[in-house]
């Protein structure tokens, strides 16, 4: 028994140096944790608190907890966030509080990077006082606490496409190095890390609103072991959630949560260690508590629905078309506007019959029309506006052309007579609509 302690004991020490970032089991339902470039990934504005007691049976084994709020601003395109940590370990101690910053940008249809960084100040501390010792005389013993404080920074770059979010991040870009006592010369080394992380939402079932979201996280530390996470999480509904996970050479994870009205979370992850210290250490409990405040940016909340995400392409084809049509319904409507404030030209034309050449005009298909008389129902300066008055025509259940003079601009006719007396009797037939019209004789 007195050699298990003393392993234990060593598990611990190193721990306290190979461990330097918090270590967390819930970091999917928060990613900004370990990579600023999902700093404002939800769209909405999120807070969370989590709370994990490491190992729980042995004294000084790691306590952390951490606090972040993050969002987006600009359309989505900016994120924001704030994170305030400690973390505790034995006689170590860090606390931090850092700035979050990302920028979304458009690669192409649906494929979205998100560049990240964050900066902040971090304080490091040992406090020797906290120690058992047996013999208090001991001239080499601290009595006291050693601590200092410096900059710090993490860079991140997240990827979207659809339900796919991954991302690649260096944490402690400095490398800081924290002398803790001028006499002895001891110091503490913070040691960059890189994080691989990817998850995906796979919808299980439509009917009953089951969708499994697998995630990976892989940890690289120069100086300490490579670790590996994967998770296999499950919801219904996004009300409850439950899962499982297996990190490499160290525990086996279970959680469970519950999310009411879309806005408030409780989630709870417990980690059974196994190898040499399974059944000592008590294993280790982490509780999130998250709340949304609702959509940060601007414009509506965007659904999260794996089904309706699948089909986004469709979607956004149909909707492109539609977007077409009305962008040819404004102009048309625009056109109209124009037809009502600046007036009909035609009503400047006094006489009944006006006689010009066939070949300084135009018809539709850019030809010189034929000889005759036209029943002129409009005169317009611009193409859209004579457009414009062809469809209310249209609409009227009166049949219309154009023809285009260089000059004096569109003419709407409704038909084309061959003799003086048709087109008079014609144009007193329309008249009760458009009484400005005429007759325009083409030779």
Same mark, same amino acid.
């Given at each position: 028994?007195?050699?298990?302690?003393?392993?234990?004991?060593?598990?611990?020490?190193?721990?306290?140096?190979?461990?330097?970032?918090?270590?967390?089991? %819930?970091?999917?339902?928060?990613?900004?944790?370990?990579?600023?470039?999902?700093?404002?990934?939800?769209?909405?504005?999120?807070?969370?608190?989590?709370?994990?007691?490491?190992?729980?049976?042995?004294?000084?084994?790691?306590?952390?907890?951490?606090?972040?709020?993050?969002?987006?601003?600009?359309?989505?395109?900016?994120?924001?966030?704030? $994170?305030? +940590?400690?973390?505790?370990?034995?006689?170590?101690?860090?606390?931090?509080?850092?700035?979050?910053? #990302? =920028?979304?940008?458009?690669?192409?249809?649906?494929?979205?990077?998100?560049?990240?960084?964050?900066?902040?100040?971090?304080?490091? +501390?040992?406090?020797?006082? /906290?120690?058992?010792?047996?013999?208090?005389?001991?001239?080499?013993? !601290?009595?006291?606490?050693?601590?200092?404080?410096?900059?710090?920074?993490?860079?991140?770059?997240?990827?979207?496409?659809?339900?796919?979010?991954?991302?690649?991040? @260096?944490?402690?870009?400095?490398?800081?190095?924290? /002398?803790?006592?001028?006499?002895?010369?001891? =110091?503490?080394?913070?040691? %960059?890390?890189?994080?691989?992380?990817?998850? !995906? $939402? @796979?919808?299980?079932?439509?009917?009953?609103?089951?969708?499994?979201?697998?995630?990976?996280?892989?940890?690289?530390?120069?100086?300490?072991?490579? %670790?590996?996470?994967?998770?296999?999480?499950?919801? !219904?509904?996004?009300?409850?959630?439950?899962?499982?996970?297996?990190?490499?050479?160290?525990?086996?994870?279970?959680?469970?949560?519950?999310?009411?009205?879309?806005?408030?979370?409780?989630?709870?992850?417990?980690?059974?260690?196994?190898?040499?210290?399974?059944?000592?250490?008590?294993? #280790?409990? &982490?509780?999130?508590?998250?709340?949304?405040?609702?959509?940060?940016?601007?414009?509506?909340?965007?659904?999260?629905?794996? =089904?309706?995400?699948?089909?986004?392409? #469709?979607?956004?084809?149909?909707?492109?078309?539609? $977007?077409?049509?009305?962008?040819?319904?404004?102009? @048309?409507?625009?056109?109209? +506007?124009?037809?009502?404030?600046?007036?009909?030209?035609?009503?400047?034309?006094?006489?009944?019959?006006?006689?010009? !050449?066939?070949?300084?005009?135009?018809?539709?298909?850019?030809?010189?029309?034929?000889?005759?008389?036209?029943?002129?129902?409009?005169?317009?300066?611009?193409?859209?506006?004579?457009?414009?008055?062809?469809?209310?025509?249209?609409?009227?259940?009166?049949?219309?052309?154009?023809?285009?003079?260089?000059?004096?601009?569109?003419? $709407? =006719?409704?038909?084309?007579?061959?003799?003086?007396?048709?087109?008079?009797?014609?144009?007193?037939?329309?008249?009760?609509?458009?009484?400005?019209?005429?007759?325009? &004789?083409?030779?």
């Amino acid at each position: 028994m007195k050699n298990l302690y003393i392993y234990l004991l060593i598990i611990v020490a190193t721990t306290g140096f190979s461990q330097q970032l918090p270590l967390y089991s %819930q970091y999917y339902n928060n990613p900004m944790l370990i990579n600023p470039g999902f700093t404002g990934n939800s769209e909405n504005i999120e807070a969370n608190v989590i709370h994990r007691n490491q190992w729980k049976n042995i004294p000084g084994a790691p306590i952390t907890s951490v606090m972040s709020v993050d969002g987006t601003t600009l359309d989505d395109k900016v994120g924001l966030g704030l $994170v305030i +940590m400690d973390d505790k370990m034995g006689l170590f101690a860090r606390r931090g509080i850092y700035t979050s910053y #990302s =920028y979304r940008i458009q690669v192409a249809t649906d494929h979205y990077i998100k560049p990240g960084i964050s900066f902040g100040v971090q304080d490091v +501390m040992i406090d020797f006082s /906290r120690a058992n010792i047996s013999d208090n005389n001991d001239p080499n013993l !601290y009595t006291n606490t050693h601590r200092k404080s410096s900059f710090d920074a993490n860079f991140g770059v997240a990827y979207k496409w659809k339900d796919l979010n991954a991302g690649v991040s @260096v944490m402690q870009l400095f490398g800081n190095k924290f /002398r803790l006592n001028n006499d002895t010369g001891s =110091y503490y080394r913070a040691t %960059q890390k890189i994080n691989i992380y990817a998850s !995906y $939402v @796979v919808p299980i079932s439509k009917e009953y609103k089951i969708n499994a979201r697998p995630c990976m996280a892989l940890n690289i530390n120069p100086q300490g072991p490579f %670790q590996a996470d994967v998770f296999a999480n499950f919801d !219904y509904d996004e009300m409850v959630y439950a899962g499982f996970g297996f990190r490499s050479n160290s525990a086996v994870s279970f959680n469970l949560g519950f999310k009411w009205n879309k806005t408030l979370r409780i989630s709870y992850n417990y980690d059974m260690v196994v190898g040499k210290l399974k059944g000592y250490t008590g294993g #280790s409990h &982490e509780i999130l508590l998250g709340y949304s405040f609702g959509k940060s940016g601007k414009g509506e909340e965007k659904p999260n629905d794996a =089904y309706t995400s699948n089909q986004n392409s #469709s979607a956004v084809d149909s909707l492109q078309n539609q $977007v077409n049509k009305l962008k040819q319904e404004m102009q @048309v409507v625009k056109a109209e +506007m124009d037809y009502q404030k600046k007036g009909n030209i035609a009503d400047q034309v006094k006489d009944d019959l006006v006689i010009q !050449y066939a070949k300084d005009y135009k018809d539709y298909n850019g030809n010189v029309p034929a000889k005759g008389f036209y029943v002129v129902l409009g005169q317009f300066k611009t193409l859209p506006q004579a457009e414009a008055d062809e469809k209310e025509l249209d609409k009227a259940g009166i049949h219309a052309s154009l023809l285009l003079h260089a000059i004096k601009g569109y003419f $709407v =006719y409704s038909q084309i007579l061959q003799d003086r007396v048709t087109a008079d009797d014609e144009l007193k037939k329309v008249r009760w609509k458009r009484i400005d019209s005429y007759v325009l &004789e083409l030779k």
